[in-house]
């Protein structure tokens, strides 16, 4: 939110009136522009082009429209009318690792493709103005975020074409936690979206987790308890989620170290997060090395989002 929006829609700093229409209109401009150029970012640093894509998978919990922004962004940059789409709506925290994982299996399905995964959100569509009844809404002001992200997934890379693959995508998992779907309430409302988060969310995702990511370990031969052997690229839910898994897996404080980055500089950003922390991991990966030391050669990709859901993806750094 700005001023300058404010002024534009004055409307929107009045609790009980009808803006769903103003939001949206704001928003499904905006998720767009910002997909656009984190696209176009991506490609540029990938060294491929825009024809080599085959695919497009689009998340956003930000807008609501048809046909969907997956094809006003396709359209934006300019793609092939043959390009597959596919469009993630309202996975919201999760949306991230959850599109990471339909562009592994589009990859691992069809040789040779090219996937460009892109999220973009958006704090607007959620809004409220403050309120002394809702001294709660101001956490989650302070806490989440705007922004946009992309990368590009694919099998076989072309290193002798300049492709430089940065992680392989071992084992995806999907798990939801049976009656939970109330802990994380989203309902689209005449005044835009509505969120509640039930204030036992962080414990719940701690009570779970270990479970989660044995299951995922195993599949790499790691044993239960050897946590702080693999690397750990967490979607930043907020701090208390981020400390009781810490607590929880026993983990050193630099394991979590760029989720925390993450969260601090971007704040919760919903799907877009993963992207950052995945961003923070590589640096800090680079000065590893310089440094002599060992960089984890395994490591889990992991995001909670509605359901209560788990995404998480084992994967390999083939920076290490």
Request: contains cysteine.
């Amino acid at each position: 939110m700005s001023e300058e929006i404010l002024k534009k829609y004055p409307e929107l700093a009045i609790e009980g009136i009808p803006t769903v229409k103003q939001r949206l209109e704001i928003c499904n401009e905006a998720v767009t522009e910002m997909a656009i150029e984190a696209s176009q970012s991506c490609i540029k640093n990938w060294g491929g082009s825009l024809s080599d894509i085959s695919h497009l998978v689009y998340v956003s919990s930000s807008e609501a429209r048809l046909p969907g922004g997956d094809l006003y962004l396709a359209k934006g940059l300019g793609m092939s009318p043959n390009t597959q789409r596919v469009m993630l709506y309202f996975a919201g925290c999760s949306g991230g690792v959850a599109g990471l994982r339909v562009a592994k299996d589009i990859a691992e399905n069809n040789p040779g493709s090219r996937v460009l995964l892109v999220t973009s959100e958006t704090t607007i569509i959620g809004f409220k103005p403050p309120s002394a009844d809702r001294p709660y809404d101001l956490v989650g002001v302070a806490l989440f975020g705007d922004g946009a992200g992309a990368m590009i997934v694919g099998s076989d890379p072309k290193l002798d074409q300049s492709e430089r693959p940065l992680f392989e995508l071992h084992t995806a998992v999907q798990e939801y936690l049976p009656h939970t779907e109330k802990k994380i309430d989203g309902r689209l409302t005449e005044e835009g979206i509505s969120f509640k988060l039930a204030r036992e969310l962080p414990r719940i995702i701690e009570d779970n987790v270990k479970g989660f990511c044995d299951k995922l370990m195993s599949v790499a031969g790691f044993k239960s308890k050897e946590y702080n052997d693999v690397f750990w690229a967490v979607h930043p839910g907020g701090p208390a989620i981020l400390n009781r898994i810490e607590k929880r897996l026993d983990l050193v404080p630099e394991k979590l170290s760029a989720s925390r980055r993450a969260l601090m500089d971007y704040g919760n950003a919903s799907s877009n997060t993963i992207m950052y922390v995945l961003e923070y991991m590589m640096e800090e990966g680079l000065k590893i090395r310089k440094e002599g030391r060992v960089d984890p050669e395994w490591g889990l990709i992991l995001a909670f989002g509605p359901g209560i859901t788990f995404e998480g993806i084992l994967a390999r750094n083939l920076c290490a």
